[in-house]
């Protein structure tokens, strides 16, 4: 994803498994590309994000419905 600060998921999941349990809430105030909110996806944790530049919050949706899809499947 094209955001000058994406930070890899694999990290993003230590952290928010260190700081978290299954069901919790993970605010991220700067979303951009939105790999928080694939993290917790992937980790069962709600998420609420929050991203001021339209071009990256839209692409950030298409992103998360993906991965979305990918879940239910398996």
Known sequence: YKHGT????EIL???IEASSNAGDLVFD???????TGEACL????KYLLA????EF?????ERLKKIRKLLVRK
């Open 6 to 9: 994406s930070k890899p998921v």
């Open 13 to 15: 999941k230590k952290l």
């Open 29 to 35: 105030p700067y979303a951009g590309s939105m790999s």
């Open 42 to 45: 992937k980790l069962d944790r």
């Open 51 to 54: 991203e001021i530049d339209k």
């Open 57 to 61: 919050y839209d692409t950030g949706l």
